[in-house]
């Protein structure tokens, strides 16, 4: 079973930026693609940003130029690079990581924009 423990939301003001944490409690290896999907009240849960083994990513439109991806497999960590925040980016925002059979979700981090 993999765990999966998100950090470093909060309070930012609109553009400004926030970098959150995803880190796995065990390798990445039986995981492909990690993921960030967010979720705000009301609304449906929607992917974020998405990055596999290999460094391909994929971006949701509305954050496009904005948000960056990345990964450090040795340290089993996904990074979400936020700038440029506006306030429909305030959400939670929840780690997944897909694996072979399962899939993996973090409890979730509150990001918070102010205008």
């Known amino acids: 079973q993999v765990q999966l423990v998100e950090s470093g939301g909060g309070l930012a003001q609109a553009g400004g930026s926030l970098r959150l944490s995803c880190a796995a409690s065990?390798?990445?290896?039986?995981?492909?693609?990690m993921g960030w999907y967010r979720q705000a009240p009301g609304k449906q849960r929607d992917m974020v940003a998405t990055?596999?083994?290999?460094?391909?990513?994929d971006y949701a439109d509305s954050v496009k130029g904005r948000f960056i991806i990345s990964r450090d497999n040795v340290g089993n960590t996904v990074y979400l690079q936020m700038n440029s925040l506006k306030p429909e980016d305030t959400a939670v925002y929840y780690c997944?990581?897909?694996?072979?059979?399962?899939?993996?979700w973090g409890q979730g981090t509150q990001v918070t924009v102010s205008s």
């Open positions: 065990r390798s990445f290896s039986r995981i492909n693609t």
């Open positions: 997944k990581g897909v694996g072979p059979v399962n899939d993996y």
């Open positions: 990055i596999t083994s290999g460094g391909i990513t």
